[in-house]
């Protein structure tokens, strides 16, 4: 089992910044793949980024010029950084981990989720 606990989300002004975080405990060797999904207001939730354990990222095209996924394997956490952000980033963020070595963006590939943090852009 893995356990995710998300944080970092908030209130912040069209062209400000967020950090989230997500702290993996449990059994950490089923998150050598982590993903960042979101789930906005009347939307499906879709992915934003993904980073392997080796720190290989990818990111969906909407988000890529102003996200940036890392991780500190020696703290089990995960962070996405997000800047400029825009009215319609606002969702719930979600991060989720994979066994896989491979990492994709896409929902199915993720066996474990955290509950998600609110982040409000306002314009």
């Known amino acids: 089992q893995v356990q995710l606990v998300e944080s970092g989300g908030g209130k912040v002004q069209a062209g400000g910044s967020l950090r989230l975080s997500c702290v993996i405990s449990?059994?950490?060797?089923?998150?050598?793949?982590m993903g960042w999904f979101r789930q906005g207001p009347g939307k499906e939730r879709e992915g934003v980024a993904a980073?392997?354990?080796?720190?290989?990222?990818v990111y969906d095209d909407y988000v890529k010029d102003r996200f940036a996924v890392s991780r500190d394997n020696a703290k089990n956490t995960v962070y996405l950084q997000m800047n400029n952000l825009k009215p319609e980033d606002t969702a719930v963020y979600y991060c989720?981990?994979?066994?896989?070595?491979?990492?994709?963006?896409?929902?199915?590939?993720?066996?474990?989720w955290g509950r998600g943090t609110q982040v409000t852009v306002s314009s």
């Open positions: 989720a981990a994979s066994p896989s070595g491979d990492c994709i963006i896409y929902a199915d590939w993720y066996t474990y």
């Open positions: 449990g059994n950490t060797y089923s998150s050598n793949c």
């Open positions: 980073i392997s354990r080796a720190g290989k990222s």
